[in-house]
C-alpha cells in the first residue's frame, strides 16, 4: 500500500512545480502549495490518485502574518491515506478561487468559511449566510474580533437586576434552606 | 397583528407554496428548519436553514486552556458525545507526543461503542416516530438509557461524561463494572429480536421506509455521505478499520453493509451495527481485566501547559459517521484554532436538500432521521 502509494504521489508532484511534501506517517501527507497551483494539484490528486472525499476545508487566521491558511483534507478510499494540502493566501483582500466543480462537499465548508472569516470564494454556488443569518457585525472567527469584549460592550449583564431576583434576595438571597436551619 | 389589520396579499396563481417545516416540529431532529417549496403533496425543492443552535464552539475554544475544552467538546453533539472527546484528546496527545497507556485505550473503546449503541438506538427510535410507530421509540429511549446508567457508574455523568483527558481516562473502572456491563449486553441482545419484530419487520415501517431518499453509492461519494448512510450504498468503508486508531486493530469485527441506498437500508445497516458494537464490547470486557498499567500517562501541569506547536488533523468514526478534528497548536497553554468536521455537516445540508426533492412532504422527516443527521454538529 504504502509503496503503491509513493509512486502515485511522485508520479503526481512531477507535473507541479512549487510543491513540497511532507510524510507525517503511513496514511498522513502534508502537501504545501502555492495558491495558484492549489487547484490543480486537487484536481490531479482526484483524477490520476482516487483522493475522491473531501473530508473538511478549514481555514486558519494567521492575524501577524497577514494572511490566511486553507487546508484541504482529502481522503482516497483506495490508498487509505489523506492528503492536507495547505495554502495560503493574502488575507486582504481575501478572494479565492472555489473548488466546487470537483467537489461537491466543497460548497458548505465554503459557505461556513465566508460567513465566519469573510472570505470570499468566486465560483461557489452558495455564498448565502447560513448559521448567522441576524448577525451584520464582523466575521466573528478572525482573529481580530475579541468576543469577550463585544459582549462587554453591547451587554449589561452587570446590571441586570430584575424584580424576580430582588424579591428572592429580600427573601434570603436564593438559599431556600439556611445553614443555619441544617442539622 | 389584530385581525381587523389583516390584508391577504395577492399571489399569483400558482400551484406551488412554500412551508417552513421546523425549528420547532416533531418532524426534525434538533433546532433545524426546511423550507420546502412543495407541488400539492410533492417536494420540489428544499433549503436547509440552520443557526438555531449555534453556541460557536470553535470561537469559545480559542479563548480556553486546552484542558478547559474537554467540558466545552462532548456538547457539540449531543446523542453521541463520546466521540468528541475522544477525537479532540487524540489530536492533543499525537501535538503533545504522548502515548496513551493501553489500558486506556481499550476503556476508551468501550465508552466509544457503549456511546454507538446508545445513539443508533436513539436513531431509529426517532426513524419510528416519524412514521408513527412510537412504541419503538419508546423501548429505544428505555434502553438507552440502561446504557446511560453504565456511563454514569463509569464516568460520574449519565450524558456527558467528561470522561477522556488528553493522555488516557480520568478514573479506573469501578469494581464489578464488566459483570453488570456484560449482563447489560446480554439484556440488549436479547432485545434484538423484539425490535426485529416490532420495527425491522414490520410491514409497516418496510414499506413506508423503502426506495425513499434513496442515493446510488456513486451519489453518496459525490455528496461527501460517510458512515451508516454510505455503508447503506453498498460500500464498506470505515474509519475504524480502514483508518484505524487506538486499538481497533486488535478487535474482530465486520462492516455491515446494505446494497439498496435507500431509508431501509440506512436503519437495516444501524441495526446491524448494534450486533458489531455488542460483539465489540464482549471483546473488551474479555480483555480488559488481563491488560494492567496506568490509566493516562503522566501530562504536565494542565492550568500551564503548552502543547507544542504544530497541527493534527484526527478523525473518528462516530455513530453518524466521519467526525474529524483539524487542531493547530502556537506552542501556547490555548488552542490557535480548533476546527470540528462533523458527519451531519454534509448530511443535514447539502445531502437532505439533494434527496427531499421529489419526495412526499410526509417523508421529508423520515429521510432526515434516516440519515441521522444532527442539528447541533452543523451549527457547533
Redesign the interface.
Known amino acids: 500500500m504504502s509503496k503503491e502509494l509513493n509512486i502515485w504521489l511522485d508520479n503526481l508532484l512531477s507535473d507541479i512545480e512549487s510543491v513540497q511534501f511532507q510524510r507525517r506517517n503511513s496514511?498522513?501527507v502534508r502537501v504545501d502549495v502555492g495558491s495558484e497551483a492549489l487547484p490543480a494539484l486537487l484536481e490531479l490528486l482526484q483524477g490520476r490518485a482516487s483522493y475522491?472525499?473531501?473530508?473538511?476545508i478549514?481555514?486558519?487566521?494567521w492575524i501577524e502574518d497577514g494572511q490566511f491558511e486553507l487546508?484541504y483534507?482529502v481522503w482516497s478510499?483506495e490508498t487509505?491515506s489523506?492528503v492536507?494540502v495547505h495554502t495560503r493566501i493574502p488575507r486582504d483582500p481575501g478572494v479565492y478561487l472555489s473548488i466546487y466543480d470537483l467537489?461537491?462537499?466543497a460548497?458548505?465548508?465554503e459557505r461556513?468559511i465566508h460567513e465566519?472569516y469573510g472570505l470570499y470564494f468566486e465560483g461557489s454556488p452558495d455564498m448565502e449566510k447560513?448559521?448567522?443569518?441576524e448577525w451584520n457585525g464582523p466575521p466573528?472567527?478572525r482573529k481580530d474580533f475579541d468576543?469577550?469584549a463585544f459582549v462587554n460592550e453591547h451587554f449589561h449583564w452587570e446590571q441586570y437586576h430584575p424584580q424576580w431576583l430582588k424579591d428572592l434576595e429580600e427573601e434570603g438571597g436564593g438559599i431556600t434552606v439556611r445553614p443555619e436551619d441544617v442539622r | 397583528m389584530r385581525p381587523e389589520n389583516y390584508q391577504a396579499k395577492n399571489h399569483p396563481p400558482s400551484h406551488e407554496f412554500e412551508l417552513n417545516f421546523g425549528p420547532n416540529h416533531p418532524g426534525i431532529e434538533g433546532n433545524y428548519a426546511f423550507k420546502v417549496k412543495l407541488n400539492g403533496d410533492t417536494v420540489l425543492s428544499a433549503r436547509?436553514?440552520?443557526?438555531y443552535l449555534?453556541r460557536?464552539f470553535?470561537?469559545?475554544m480559542e479563548?480556553r486552556l486546552w484542558i478547559q475544552n474537554i467540558a466545552l467538546v462532548p456538547r457539540i453533539c449531543v446523542p453521541d458525545p463520546v466521540p468528541m472527546e475522544v477525537c479532540y484528546s487524540l489530536a492533543i496527545e499525537e501535538l503533545g507526543g504522548l502515548e496513551v497507556p493501553e489500558r486506556a485505550q481499550w476503556i476508551r473503546v468501550m465508552q466509544l461503542e457503549m456511546s454507538r449503541l446508545a445513539a443508533h438506538l436513539f436513531a431509529f427510535g426517532g426513524h419510528a416516530a416519524t412514521t408513527g410507530m412510537y412504541t419503538t421509540m419508546f423501548w429505544g429511549v428505555a434502553d438507552r438509557d440502561l446504557i446511560l446508567d453504565r456511563f454514569e457508574e463509569l464516568t460520574g455523568g449519565r450524558v456527558y461524561s467528561i470522561y477522556n483527558i488528553p493522555g488516557g481516562v480520568r478514573r479506573e473502572v469501578p469494581d464489578g463494572f464488566l459483570e453488570r456491563m456484560s449482563s447489560l449486553l446480554d439484556y440488549l441482545e436479547s432485545r434484538l429480536p423484539d425490535y426485529d419484530n416490532l420495527f425491522f419487520r414490520n410491514q409497516v415501517f418496510i414499506k413506508r421506509a423503502r426506495d425513499v431518499g434513496a442515493m446510488t453509492q456513486e451519489q453518496a461519494?459525490?455528496?461527501?455521505v460517510?458512515g451508516p448512510n454510505l455503508r447503506a450504498t453498498g460500500?464498506a468503508?470505515d474509519v475504524r478499520r480502514?483508518?484505524p486508531y487506538l486499538v481497533y486493530d486488535q478487535l474482530d469485527f465486520e462492516i455491515p453493509t446494505e446494497p439498496g441506498g435507500d431509508a431501509l437500508s440506512r436503519n437495516l445497516v444501524r441495526r446491524s451495527e448494534l450486533k458489531q458494537s455488542i460483539r465489540i464490547l464482549r471483546q473488551v470486557i474479555e480483555r480488559l481485566p488481563s491488560i494492567r498499567g496506568p490509566i493516562r500517562c503522566p501530562i504536565p501541569n494542565p492550568l500551564a501547559w503548552n502543547v507544542p506547536a504544530g497541527?493534527s488533523?484526527t478523525?473518528v468514526e462516530s455513530s453518524k459517521g466521519?467526525l474529524?478534528y483539524?487542531v493547530?497548536s502556537t506552542g501556547g497553554d490555548k488552542p490557535?484554532?480548533v476546527?470540528v468536521?462533523g458527519p451531519s455537516?454534509?448530511h443535514a445540508?447539502?445531502v437532505l436538500e439533494n434527496l427531499a426533492v421529489g419526495s412526499r412532504l410526509e417523508d421529508v422527516a423520515q429521510i432526515m432521521f434516516s440519515l441521522d443527521a444532527c442539528p447541533p454538529e452543523v451549527?457547533r
Request: proline share 3%; with cysteine.
Open positions: 496514511r498522513r475522491v472525499h473531501l473530508s473538511a478549514t481555514c486558519v487566521d487546508v483534507h478510499y487509505r489523506l492536507s467537489y461537491q462537499p460548497a458548505f465548508f461556513d465566519m447560513f448559521i448567522l443569518t466573528p472567527m468576543g469577550e | 436547509a436553514d440552520g443557526g449555534h460557536g470553535e470561537k469559545l479563548g461519494l459525490k455528496w461527501g460517510t460500500l468503508f480502514d483508518d497541527e488533523y478523525r466521519e474529524a483539524y493547530v490557535y484554532r476546527h468536521r455537516s454534509m445540508v447539502q451549527d
